[in-house]
């Protein structure tokens, strides 16, 4: 017990001696550490100078502070839309929505993943967009740059080919919603109408349209599903889930019909 005692009594004493150690060489580190960053930020404070944003409506020169202040917020604002721009006013709605139902149709789950849906749909709209784009390119962007229009002519002409990809896919009933609830005059043409009218009757066109694709996409899968459950149920082998069955069946028709070709062009086409 005494030895016991007495191993005890040296391993604390070498511990402190080790705390001991340690916070003489560790305080002095961490006080020319401290009195580093106090060097460094006085050095920055003294050579960098950060301008204050002050906005004095008393000041003669303030309309054109706040016009600037509410240029850049009108900017930030713009690209903070860009994505909703991109997925509201081209064809990405139909497309995204016809993967899905897709995906659901074949029973695959979470294959192909919303990466690659959303990766897909989105350079498959490159690709049916780029008439358009290049139209804006050569009408609005162009002179624009050479200083040949102004900005209100570089927006009327950057929207005339946009205003004419969507009327051409929008119906007309729709189109005839959001004019009717708008309360306003009847315009003498279609072009005539604002985006604000033109983009959601836009949007539901697109919505109605992709359901019915995927509807004619469910149809062949779901008669699939129909022979296979009946053949089970006629087995006897009732505990057996049909989709664990039907799914193979799914993909071999899929893959042999070389069913992403023939929809990704009767997609594409169906925008010409």
């Known amino acids: 017990m005494k030895a016991h005692f007495c191993n005890l009594s040296s391993v604390r004493t070498r511990s402190r001696r080790t705390a001991r150690v340690l916070v003489a060489c560790i305080l002095p580190l961490a006080c020319c550490w401290v009195f580093g960053l106090c060097a460094v930020s006085d050095t920055l404070a003294a050579g960098i100078d950060v301008p204050a944003i002050h906005l004095d409506l008393n000041d003669p020169k303030a309309p054109q502070n706040i016009s600037g202040v509410l240029q850049i917020v009108l900017f930030l604002t713009v690209m903070s839309l860009a994505p909703a721009f991109l997925v509201m006013m081209t064809s990405f709605t139909r ?157 071999m028709l899929f893959v042999m019909v070389d069913g992403w070709n023939l929809l990704i062009g009767s997609l594409v086409k169906s925008f010409q």
């Open 95 to 251: 497309l995204a929505v016809v993967f899905s139902f897709l995906r659901h149709a074949l029973g695959t789950q979470q294959s192909p993943p919303n990466q690659i849906i959303i990766g897909l749909a989105l350079f498959l709209t490159f690709f049916i967009m780029q008439p358009v784009w290049q139209s804006i390119h050569q009408e609005a962007i162009i002179p624009y740059q050479n200083h040949k229009i102004s900005g209100e002519e570089f927006l009327s002409q950057g929207t005339k080919p946009l205003k004419a990809f969507m009327l051409k896919q929008t119906r007309k009933a729709d189109l005839a919603l959001f004019v009717s609830l708008a309360q306003k005059e009847k315009p003498k043409d279609p072009e005539s109408l604002s985006m604000a009218t033109i983009v959601p009757a836009f949007v539901i066109s697109e919505l109605k349209t992709a359901f019915q694709i995927g509807f004619m996409l469910y149809i062949p899968f779901i008669i699939l599903d129909m022979v296979v459950s009946s053949i089970l149920l006629s087995m006897g082998m009732m505990m057996l889930p049909p989709v664990m069955i039907s799914l193979p069946f799914k993909l």
